[in-house]
């Protein structure tokens, strides 16, 4: 799987969009971008995917770039319960069997 | 709809003292299955999967042990714990596609 590079810290005001960074620079055309998030002391949570098109869902969006070399998670109006550490992966499509390689990710810091 | 259950949530045991952490999804046919370790400060590491009855691969070369009794049972075991096992374990299951879904944890502290 490609390595990804994330900034260790963001903050962001309460109620304003949260950007979220992720550099893939050694993507391969089969490797899907994958976000998650893991809230203090819960459980990891799927938040969205993509491979070249943007995504949209009830929680986020997915900027890809044309070169696919990077990506941006956006939360529209973060919340409190937005604090979080924000996992960016990439992995082979179809995901398979194989387990998820989390790196350290970004600990957004939504302030009131 | 599909739910992860995992127990105990949290656990204190002694050097040396034997592990079993169990971990079961309702819902579902087939899971892959998952155990993941958190050590403090540090970030999640896959130790096995599973998919299906029997049939488990081991990530990290450690004195823990996974087994998979049953379609949608995940257990984790040591004989003898060390003080480094200490962490936040996490089940997780995945039908093969995209997404994976984790339980609530189990936070373990060796003393």
């Not at chain 1, 550490?85 to 082979?92: D, L």
Request: with cysteine; charged share 15%; hydrophobic share 30%.
């Amino acid at each position: 799987d490609a390595k990804t590079t994330q900034p260790p810290s963001m903050d962001c005001a309460e109620g304003r969009a949260a950007n979220l960074p992720c550099n893939h620079s050694t993507i391969s055309g089969n490797e899907y971008v994958y976000w998650y998030r893991q809230i203090h002391s819960q459980g990891p949570q799927y938040i969205i995917h993509g491979l070249k098109n943007n995504e949209t869902n009830e929680m986020a969006s997915l900027i890809i770039t044309e070169d696919r070399k990077s990506s941006t998670l956006i939360l529209p109006h973060a919340t409190l319960r937005d604090t979080a550490v924000y996992y960016c992966i990439v992995r082979v499509a179809g995901g398979g069997a194989d387990g998820l390689t989390f790196g350290k990710g970004t600990h957004l810091i939504i302030q009131p | 709809s599909q739910t992860i259950h995992q127990w105990p949530a949290t656990l204190v045991q002694p050097v040396g003292s034997p592990l079993s952490l169990e971990c079961t999804v309702e819902g579902t046919s087939n899971p892959n299955l998952y155990w993941y370790r958190q050590a403090a400060g540090r970030g999640l590491q896959l130790l096995f999967y599973s998919v299906g009855i029997g049939q488990i691969s081991s990530e990290v070369p450690q004195n823990l042990s996974a087994s998979r009794p049953q379609d949608r049972q995940f257990i984790l075991s040591s004989k003898k714990l060390l003080l480094s096992d200490s962490g936040f374990y996490l089940c997780a299951w995945s039908s093969g596609s995209y997404e994976q879904y984790f339980g609530p944890g189990t936070r373990l502290t060796v003393t």
